[in-house]
């Protein structure tokens, strides 16, 4: 398993980071430790998980998974991992009584509190990457780096990141840090996949500039691109199963996801990663970590059985003949812009 340097940090993680979201939800805690020990055990040693998961959301569990991520902790050597978590933010609702009260925000107040619970969750007395998992687009962000930089001037943090960020937001971020002498965002994680490529436009060229690594998420985009949803098929426990009958939030983010465009190009890529005799699951995960402005993939698993065909990607570089016939799928069905 290959490391790379978070941003400008002293931080070198692997290449692919373990994320934790469905933990407590669609995976159990023993199907969890199974996952998270086989991770491990291919040399994975980041591990991503937020205060607000698991997702989808239930009000019961909201706070399982860093609990679940805590236990598994002290099966481990604390110091052979590292482990990122995040605070909500507004997160659009996402995340409500009884854990942190039904308004979230991203001022020192809240930080804080998201930070002591997390630690006691996780079990641990600090935190490797802190990320703010969803902008608080009402807030000035110079005060939001100086509560995030308290946290890092007293050991509960090492170093910080965000999340579902814009390139501007991203920037005037780092502005703040830079103009206040505050500690500075060394990650951006964003959703990237073969069927969303914005990040290869504004964001890709900051990241190259400041010194910032992407964290991508979903690169299975939210597991179309396995090819679980296609003819129809909405598997039983599947994220979208579950959002296809949810709240409206979770069926726009459905048609997001999974429409008539996605479906056609994830066709087309399966056509490509069978010429190369692997699945699309393991071509996806080696094309996003292939980039030179990622640090680590995130990749997500809801069952034991699912994880070697995602691991088989950290043995993969694609050849220039590959990446020319993916780009040519993405020019014959780009992603929609609107």
Partial sequence: MKSNRLGRSGIVVSEICMGTMTFGHQADEKTAFRIMDMAYD?????????????????????????????????????????????????????????????????????????????????????IDLYQTHWPDAGFPLDETMRALDELVQSGKVRILGCSNETTWGLMKSLWASDAHGLARHHTIQNNFSLNNRRCEDELAQACRQEGVSLLPFSPL??????????????????????????????????????????????????????????????????????????????????????VPELLAAADVVLT??????????????PYPMG
Avoid at 285 to 294: E, L, M, N, P, T
């Fill in 42 to 126: 291919a040399g994975v040693d980041f591990y991503d998980t937020a205060e607000m998961y698991p997702v989808p959301p239930d009000i019961k569990y909201v706070g399982a998974t860093e609990e679940i991520v805590g236990r598994w902790m002290k099966t481990k050597d604390r110091d052979s991992l590292i482990i990122a978590s995040k605070v909500a933010g507004p997160s659009h609702s996402w995340i409500k009584a009884p854990l942190r009260g039904a308004k979230t925000g991203l001022d020192r107040h809240h930080i804080v509190r998201a930070v002591e619970a997390s630690l006691q969750r996780l079990q641990t007395d600090y």
């Fill in 221 to 306: 985009a939210g597991g179309v691109l396995s090819g679980k949803y296609s003819d129809g098929a909405f598997p039983e426990g599947s994220r979208f199963a579950l959002y296809k009958d949810g709240e409206k939030r979770q069926r726009v983010m459905l048609q997001r996801f999974l429409n008539e465009r996605t479906l056609e190009s994830t066709r087309r890529y399966q056509a490509i990663a069978a010429e190369l005799g692997m699945s699309v699951v393991t071509m996806a995960i080696a094309w996003s970590k292939q980039h030179d402005f990622v640090a680590s993939t995130i990749v997500g698993a809801t069952t034991a059985e699912q």
């Fill in 320 to 333: 220039p003949e590959t990446l020319a016939a993916i780009d040519a799928v993405s020019q014959d069905i």
